[in-house]
């Protein structure tokens, strides 16, 4: 459908902002199982951030899923909008000049495919936060396994419905060996060189 779409030009850029907040935005995204370790992990990560100094913002799963997209299921197609709208969102927010953290399970390859295309590639960071079914189904935070197991829920990632693990992730952590420390650790030692403004 074509629109009569006008962009006004302000004149405070991204850059600007940036240079104000003396660092560079960008978006940092955990995709993985439910109960695979994202949120904490993200959580993690945003403590130490904001210790430095670094303007950060964390979206959420079930965060948004409560808001923004209270009307979305965990179809496929509702699934690829979320993902398309919190990639619209957290795009805004990395123009702003913020670090986005963002924790979706984000099951489908395309739907993180077409994040990059929203961002742009340079300002896109994926984290797989590698946990077996197993074990989420062992820790089952939110005793969502169980229910899926006695049929009372659907479309549940990992049993009855499909995760499409990253082939290539910037970064990869594998939550059965690697404590949380060290997770955030080698998160922070690969985006702290994107932190610097370029010159
Ligand atoms: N069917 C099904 N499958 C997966 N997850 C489910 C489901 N039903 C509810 N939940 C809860 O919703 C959270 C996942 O929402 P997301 O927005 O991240 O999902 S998705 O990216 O659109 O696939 C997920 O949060 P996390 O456990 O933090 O991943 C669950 O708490
Ligand atoms: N190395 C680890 N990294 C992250 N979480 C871990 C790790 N080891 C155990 N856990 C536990 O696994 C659970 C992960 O839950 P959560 O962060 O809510 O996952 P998700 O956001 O992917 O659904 C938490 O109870 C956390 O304490």
Same mark, same amino acid.
């Given at each position: ?7 006004? !030009?302000? !004149? ?8 104000? &907040? ?24 945003? !403590? ?15 965060? $948004?899923?409560?808001?923004? &997209? &209270? ?57 797989? =936060?590698?946990? +077996? ?7 089952? =935070? ?10 009372? $829920? ?5 049993? +009855? ?6 082939? !290539? ?31």
């Amino acid at each position: 459908m074509k629109k009569d779409l006008f962009l006004h !030009n302000y !004149n405070i850029s991204s850059q600007d902002r940036r240079t104000l &907040n003396k660092h560079n935005s960008f978006l940092i995204w955990f995709t993985g199982l439910s109960g695979s370790g994202k949120s904490t992990i993200a959580n993690a990560v945003e !403590n130490a951030l904001f210790k430095k100094g670094v303007k950060t913002y964390a979206l959420d799963g079930d965060n $948004i899923r409560k808001g923004i &997209n &209270n009307d979305l299921t965990f179809s496929p197609e509702d699934r690829t909008e979320n993902i398309r709208r919190i990639a619209e969102v957290a795009n805004l927010m990395v123009d702003a000049g913020i670090v986005v953290l963002a924790a979706f399970v984000s099951p489908y390859k395309k739907d993180r495919e077409n994040i990059k295309n929203i961002v742009k590639d340079i300002n896109f960071v994926e984290v797989y =936060v590698n946990t +077996s079914i197993e074990e989420c189904e062992r820790r089952d =935070v939110k005793g969502l396994y169980k229910k899926a197991r006695a049929g009372e $829920i659907k479309n549940m990632t990992g049993i +009855s419905a499909p995760y499409e693990a990253p082939d !290539n992730p910037q970064i990869e952590v594998k939550t059965e060996t690697e404590n949380i420390d060290e997770a955030v650790a080698k998160i922070l030692k690969c985006i702290e060189p994107k932190l610097k403004l370029s010159k």
